[in-house]
């Protein structure tokens, strides 16, 4: 059973450093060493599962299924990054966040990301079976 009540107003806050491994060159969405848009996108999602963290049933997961965000500003490796994610909205297993990245100077970025709660072991299993297809 849940720790916490799944309510609009869970939030939480990752951090990390821009390395050389999460810039745009080394993922491959652009040709400069800044913070790749993929690597804030991962930041913003990873987030978001910490805020929901406690608060999901037994045998549940949440999957991120859309994701709506402005890369608002550039941030050169070595500088420390973070995103906020604020649950604004339940709507029985859909989940709506407000998101938001900032480097040490900015906001970096922003937007929405909405997450579906899904029996986990169903939602594996559907996966696997692709595999027999």
Not at 96 to 124: M, N, P, Q, S, W
């Given at each position: ?21 999460k810039?745009?060159?080394?993922v ?61 909205e ?44």
């Amino acid at each position: 059973m849940a720790g916490k009540k799944l309510e609009a107003g869970l939030t939480a806050e990752v951090g990390e450093t821009v390395s050389l491994d999460k810039t745009a060159v080394k993922v491959g969405s652009g040709d400069r060493e800044v913070y790749a848009t993929p690597a804030m996108i991962a930041l913003i999602e990873k987030t978001a599962v910490k805020a929901l963290e406690g608060a999901l049933e037994e045998n549940t997961t949440s999957v991120g299924t859309r994701l709506d965000v402005k890369h608002l500003a550039a941030t050169p490796v070595g500088m420390k990054v973070w995103a906020k994610c604020t649950l604004t909205e339940v709507d029985r297993k859909r989940l709506v966040f407000k998101v938001e990245a900032y480097d040490e100077c900015d906001l970096i970025g922003e937007g929405i990301h909405e997450r579906f709660i899904v029996d986990a072991e169903k939602f594996t299993a559907k996966a696997k079976s692709k595999l027999t297809k």
